[in-house]
T-cell receptor
Framework: DSGVTQTPKHLITATGQRVTLRCSPR?????VYWYQQSLDQGLQFLIQ???????AKGNILERFSAQQFPDLHSELNLSSLELGDSALYFC??????????????FGPGTRLTVT | TQLLEQSPQFLSIQEGENLTVYCNSS?????LQWYRQEPGEGPVLLVT?????EVKKLKRLTFQFGDARKDSSLHITAAQTGDTGLYLC????????????FGTGTRLKVLA
């Protein structure tokens, strides 16, 4: 158990809909990272928040957004969903927020299926 | 676009054999991490290497960071069935948009 929690574990929704994925970091960790993992794309970095502020952006679509709240939990919002958005979405947390040397701990993931 | 190529992509070996997995890039990374992932679960951190040329050992697993910090290797001695899984390397970089880049993965199956 990494100490990172994610809800829900599974999510099935239709194209065009909007969903929210939730992540609680390990106690004491200030950074939260979101990743998307699909069979053909591997693990893709989406976005990082550090202590409530956006720190780094990866391949995140404009239809996706995220935020980190004062209690440090984070939400990833996915809108206008397409079939290609079906994937595993992972949240990770780390103590610090600067790239290099800060170890990331991953949650169990949310499996999103868009039908 | 920064890429981390892992080889081999798939590996199936007998219990007791040795193996090496490679992680290569043309980019320099400030640190590099290795993870193991089981189906349907999140990646589990195995090790972080930071210094060029650094070697770290974790029981039967030996990790090495290249001198130029562009590549890394993972060597497993006397593989066991419990080593089966997806092995991922991830590089941390401060250049460009991307901060953490994951490798393409090596899927290892150890047969009894």
């Amino acid at each position: 158990d990494s100490g990172v929690t994610q809800t829900p574990k599974h999510l099935i929704t239709a194209t065009g809909q909007r969903v929210t994925l939730r992540c609680s970091p390990r106690s004491g960790d200030l950074s939260v990272y979101w990743y998307q993992q699909s069979l053909d794309q591997g693990l893709q970095f989406l976005i990082q928040y550090y202590n409530g502020e956006e720190r780094a952006k990866g391949n995140i679509l404009e239809r996706f957004s995220a935020q980190q709240f004062p209690d440090l939990h984070s939400e990833l919002n996915l809108s206008s969903l397409e079939l290609g958005d079906s994937a595993l979405y992972f949240c990770a947390s780390s103590e610090g927020g600067v790239a290099g040397g800060y170890e990331q701990y991953f949650g169990p993931g949310t499996r999103l299926t868009v039908t | 676009t920064q890429l981390l190529e892992q080889s081999p992509q798939f590996l199936s070996i007998q219990e007791g054999e040795n193996l090496t997995v490679y992680c290569n890039s043309s980019s320099v990374f400030s640190s590099l991490q290795w993870y193991r992932q089981e189906p349907g679960e999140g990646p589990v951190l195995l090790v972080t290497v930071v210094t060029g040329g650094e070697v770290k050992k974790l029981k039967r697993l030996t990790f090495q960071f290249g001198d130029a910090r562009k590549d890394s290797s993972l060597h497993i001695t006397a593989a066991q069935t419990g080593d089966t899984g997806l092995y991922l390397c991830a590089g941390a970089t401060t250049s460009g948009t991307y901060k953490y880049i994951f490798g393409t993965g090596t899927r290892l199956k150890v047969l009894a």
